[in-house]
């Protein structure tokens, strides 16, 4: 259930560019980057997994970058950014890191873990963008320490 380094930038990345788009900004490869502390190669790697999955939108040029449309700000949930990054394996992967966990054949936590799981999962479902960008407006919570 843990998320891969890609998926954490990917909705760290996420979060910065609904922010500028609110701004009515376009966010650049560099700016975010900067914001989400990772390196700019592997940064456009995740931008143009977001950009393919239909995420975020991408303008080329001197004034472009990266943005999102408020509708996706408004409507878009966290699962689907980890779907478009990590897949949608994602909810069977084992907290143990088992490839074989079920069950029918459960890693020592299964039964302890599947309540939190469901749990976790829900979250995932029903947090959206503009939830999370409203509560880092507001100071209430941060991407950077």
């Given at each position: 259930?843990?998320?891969?380094?890609?998926c954490?930038?990917?909705?760290?990345?996420?979060?910065?560019?609904?922010?500028?788009?609110?701004?009515?900004?376009?966010?650049?490869?560099?700016?975010?980057?900067?914001?989400?502390?990772?390196?700019?190669a592997?940064?456009?790697?995740?931008?143009?997994?977001?950009?393919?999955?239909?995420?975020?939108?991408?303008?080329?040029?001197?004034?472009?970058?990266?943005?999102?449309?408020?509708?996706?700000?408004?409507?878009l949930?966290?699962?689907?950014?980890?779907?478009?990054?990590?897949?949608?394996?994602?909810?069977?992967?084992?907290?143990?890191?088992?490839?074989?966990?079920?069950?029918?054949?459960?890693?020592?936590?299964?039964d302890?873990?599947k309540?939190?799981?469901?749990?976790?999962?829900?979250?995932?479902?029903?947090?959206t963008?503009?939830?999370m960008?409203?509560?880092?407006?507001?100071?209430?919570?941060?991407?950077?320490?």
């Amino acid at each position: 259930m843990t998320l891969s380094k890609a998926c954490e930038h990917g909705i760290r990345a996420s979060l910065y560019i609904a922010q500028q788009s609110v701004l009515i900004e376009r966010a650049s490869l560099k700016d975010i980057a900067l914001e989400i502390d990772a390196p700019e190669a592997f940064t456009a790697k995740i931008l143009q997994q977001l950009v393919r999955q239909g995420i975020i939108s991408s303008i080329q040029g001197p004034k472009g970058g990266f943005s999102m449309s408020k509708k996706a700000i408004k409507e878009l949930k966290l699962i689907q950014i980890i779907h478009a990054i990590d897949g949608d394996t994602f909810e069977n992967k084992c907290v143990l890191g088992l490839k074989l966990c079920s069950e029918i054949s459960p890693c020592p936590v299964h039964d302890q873990f599947k309540h939190i799981k469901k749990d976790y999962l829900k979250m995932l479902q029903k947090t959206t963008i503009h939830t999370m960008i409203s509560s880092l407006n507001e100071g209430i919570s941060c991407l950077k320490l």
